[in-house]
């Protein structure tokens, strides 16, 4: 027993058109896929920066604060310095 089938055209255009968008959404798959790829890319990279930023503001930030301890001490130092040099000062113009 053998089945003849019938062509009819337009059924045959109609799965054509079909398949012509699945291929476009295909296509637009691709292309939204390669985009994801490039800003998940960028996304990591700017997450990288954002690392190493923070990484050199923590070493700036200890730096300071040795450098600040250091620099209050040197200040306090000055301001004893000056408050004997004005103590003498005024000591000698006493008497």
């Known amino acids: 027993m053998i089945k003849e089938y019938v062509v009819d055209e337009g059924r045959l255009n109609r799965i ?25 890319l960028r996304v990591s990279r700017a997450e990288g920066r954002q690392d190493t930023h923070a990484r050199r503001l923590a070493e700036v930030e200890s730096d300071l ?19 004997a040099i004005v103590g003498a000062v005024s000591y000698i113009w006493r008497v």
């Not at 079909?18 to 896929?33: F, G, Q």
């Not at 600040?68 to 000055?78: L, T």
Request: proline share 0%; aromatic share 4%.
């Open 16 to 40: 054509e058109s079909k398949l012509d968008k699945v291929v476009d959404s295909l296509e637009r798959l691709v292309r939204l896929e390669e985009k994801h790829n490039s800003v998940e």
């Open 65 to 83: 604060r040795a450098r600040g301890a250091i620099g209050g001490k040197v200040e306090r130092f000055v301001w004893i310095v000056i408050a």
